[in-house]
């Protein structure tokens, strides 16, 4: 009888360790981060030091931190903003097209800003005796390779600046998240974003290696983002909380002004407002983005930001990989998911789960749970993807009155089935959308 009993016991404990190794294997390195206990969103965590400490710049670190300089050097954060005088290569703009009415000449541009997917510029116009630029009333559209009106005062600054690219300076509606230095201290230390826009000021550390800088990995999960959130979110200026856009009318800024990675965001900040199941200009009712830089305000709804998953545990902090050119497909999903495993996917295999041959790209993570729901400009198609993860049916694209063309399925199938048609698909293999729950 107790052998019986010790062999029951000893299958038990087997089969405890088998599901707990089919099932959790994978995401049990994260279990320390998911579960950690959270310092909450007041207190400040930047390191002593650096509270007295000043700004740099990026070449301070080379001597020491090769490694990581390199990495940063060839992603895309260093280009934000680009010196035309110093290099004019970087100008992917067709200057030979630039229409007539146009405020500015090639000449007269000291600065780019971005290339990726659009190319402003930035003319000289100083403030009050201050170093200061506006923008020129043309952008280039790297997508469509055409000019295209930029009139920036038109979107959420609308109230609060006079209606001219003149009197819109980039101090104030961009500066503090396109250079180094200038969110915390109005002084442009640094063109692009450089090492210590994320790890903070470093004039104590580059001199003593013990003196601490902050290196955001070390906090709990929601504190961790914030090093990102700071410029990846649509915000407002956080008077607002309590004054209105008439009171800071001709300074309101569109960033988290005096903020220093460590320190509280939400005390610089205020989130861009919305509400679930009421679209704003910006998001749809569902919370998918409308346009860029919004993976901060998207991904606090997903299920993963919610249960502690990063922006860097899919994204290497210097390099910024996955990106749309750069990205292992699958591999990185599978990081943390397996077939048959607690968080899913909960089906056995890759085929069962989507329905598509394993090597079609209907069959690729990505193109399901991060659709294309967001645009660079008016103008621009769409290929912001969705920071949510969740999956959208065609039933609910329809409900929130989203175009057809952010659904997952429809983005492929528009040639040849249409959105009822694919809603009936899901319908088939088992999946049903929650209003026919
Ligand atoms: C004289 C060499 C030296 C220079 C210059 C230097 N570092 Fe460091 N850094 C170190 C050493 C050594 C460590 C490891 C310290 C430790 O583990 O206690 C370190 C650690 C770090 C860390 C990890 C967090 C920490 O405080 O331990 C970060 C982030 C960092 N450095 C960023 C920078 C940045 C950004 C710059 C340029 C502004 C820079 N460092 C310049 C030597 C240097
Ligand atoms: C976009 C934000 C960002 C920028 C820009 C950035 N870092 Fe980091 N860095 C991070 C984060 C987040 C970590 C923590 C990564 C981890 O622990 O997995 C980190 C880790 C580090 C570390 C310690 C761990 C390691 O990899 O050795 C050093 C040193 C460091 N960074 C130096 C630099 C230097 C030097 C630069 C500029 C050349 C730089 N970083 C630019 C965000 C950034
Ligand atoms: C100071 C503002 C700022 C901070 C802090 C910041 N970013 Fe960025 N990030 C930008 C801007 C601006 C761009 C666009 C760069 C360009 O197109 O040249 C960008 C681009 C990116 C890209 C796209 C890169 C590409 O090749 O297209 C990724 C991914 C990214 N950031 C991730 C992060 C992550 C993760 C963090 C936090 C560890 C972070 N960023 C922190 C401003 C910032
Ligand atoms: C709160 C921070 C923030 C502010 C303020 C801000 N940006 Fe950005 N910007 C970003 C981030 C982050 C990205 C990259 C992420 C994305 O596009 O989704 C970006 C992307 C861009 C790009 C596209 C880059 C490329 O390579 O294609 C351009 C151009 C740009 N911003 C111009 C501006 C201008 C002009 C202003 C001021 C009117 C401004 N931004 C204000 C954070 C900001
Ligand atoms: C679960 C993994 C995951 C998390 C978490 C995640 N991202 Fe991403 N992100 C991706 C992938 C994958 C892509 C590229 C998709 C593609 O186009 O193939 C991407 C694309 C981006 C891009 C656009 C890059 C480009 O090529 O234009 C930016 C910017 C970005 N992420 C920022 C962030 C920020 C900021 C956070 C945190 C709020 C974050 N991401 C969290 C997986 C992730
Ligand atoms: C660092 C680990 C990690 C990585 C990498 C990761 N996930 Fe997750 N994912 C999780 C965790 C943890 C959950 C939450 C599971 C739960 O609580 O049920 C989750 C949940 C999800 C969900 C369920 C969301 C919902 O709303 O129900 C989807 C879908 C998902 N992940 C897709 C992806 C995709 C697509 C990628 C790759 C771009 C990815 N994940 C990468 C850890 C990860
Ligand atoms: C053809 C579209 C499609 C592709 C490709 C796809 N998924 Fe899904 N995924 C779905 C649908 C549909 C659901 C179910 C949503 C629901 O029931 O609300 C789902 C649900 C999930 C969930 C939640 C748990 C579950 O099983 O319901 C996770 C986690 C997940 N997918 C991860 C992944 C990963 C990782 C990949 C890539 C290996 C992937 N998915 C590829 C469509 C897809
Ligand atoms: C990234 C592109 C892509 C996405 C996203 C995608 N599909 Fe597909 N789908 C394909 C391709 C390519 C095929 C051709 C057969 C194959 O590769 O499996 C296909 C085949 C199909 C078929 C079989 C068609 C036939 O005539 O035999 C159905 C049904 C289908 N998809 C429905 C859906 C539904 C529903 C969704 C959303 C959950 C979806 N697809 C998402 C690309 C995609």
Request: glycine share 6%; net charge positive.
């Amino acid at each position: 009888m107790k052998k019986i009993l010790l062999l029951i016991s000893a299958i038990f404990i087997a089969g405890v360790f088998y599901f707990a190794y089919t099932n959790l294997s994978k995401i049990y390195p994260f279990y320390e981060q998911l579960t950690q206990e959270h310092a909450g969103t007041e207190v400040s965590l930047q390191p002593l030091a650096q509270e007295s400490a000043h700004f740099v710049g990026s070449k301070k670190c080379i001597e020491c931190h090769d490694d990581n300089y390199k990495e940063w050097s060839h992603s895309n954060h260093p280009k934000m903003i680009q010196d035309i005088k110093k290099n004019p290569s970087v100008v992917v703009a067709d200057f030979s097209k630039l229409p007539s009415d146009a405020n500015f000449l090639l000449k007269d541009a000291i600065y780019t800003v971005g290339g990726k997917f659009k190319q402003r510029f930035m003319l000289r116009k100083d403030l009050n005796g201050t170093e200061d630029y506006v923008l020129g009333n043309y952008q280039w559209n790297v997508q469509t390779q055409k000019w295209q009106g930029f009139k920036p005062w038109k979107y959420w600054y609308k109230n609060a600046y006079p209606h001219d690219n003149n009197a819109l300076p980039t101090s104030r509606a961009c500066d503090g998240c396109h250079f180094t230095g200038y969110m915390s201290t109005q002084t442009r230390v640094e063109t692009g974003i450089a090492c210590e826009a994320c790890h903070g000021p470093a004039s104590k550390h580059v001199k003593d290696p013990n003196s601490e800088v902050y290196q955001a990995s070390l906090s709990d999960p929601v504190r961790q983002n914030e090093v990102c959130l700071q410029c990846h979110m649509r915000n407002r200026d956080k008077r607002l909380e309590d004054q209105n856009m008439s009171s800071i009318y001709g300074d309101a800024r569109d960033y988290p002004m005096g903020y220093e990675p460590g320190k509280s965001l939400r005390h610089y900040k205020m989130v861009a407002p919305f509400e679930m199941g009421h679209a704003t200009h910006e998001f749809y009712a569902n919370g998918a983005a409308k346009k860029n830089r919004t993976q901060g305000n998207e991904f606090v709804h997903s299920m993963m930001g919610k249960h502690g998953i990063t922006c860097i545990n899919c994204h290497n902090p210097h390099t910024l990989e996955p990106t749309a050119q750069k990205n292992s497909g699958n591999a990185l999903c599978m990081k943390c998911h397996s077939f048959g495993s607690l968080i899913g996917p909960h089906q056995n295999s890759l085929e069962a789960h989507t329905h598509h041959k394993a090597d079609s790209k209907g069959s690729l993570c990505v193109e399901c749970h991060m659709p294309k729901t967001g645009r660079h400009t008016g103008k621009s198609p769409l290929t912001v993807r969705s920071h949510m993860f969740g999956f959208t049916t065609p039933a609910e694209t329809l409900k929130y009155g989203m175009p057809k063309e952010t659904n997952a399925c429809f983005a492929c199938h528009k040639k040849d089935r249409d959105m009822k048609t694919l809603q009936n698909d899901l319908e088939k293999w088992g999946i049903l959308s929650w209003n026919k729950l």
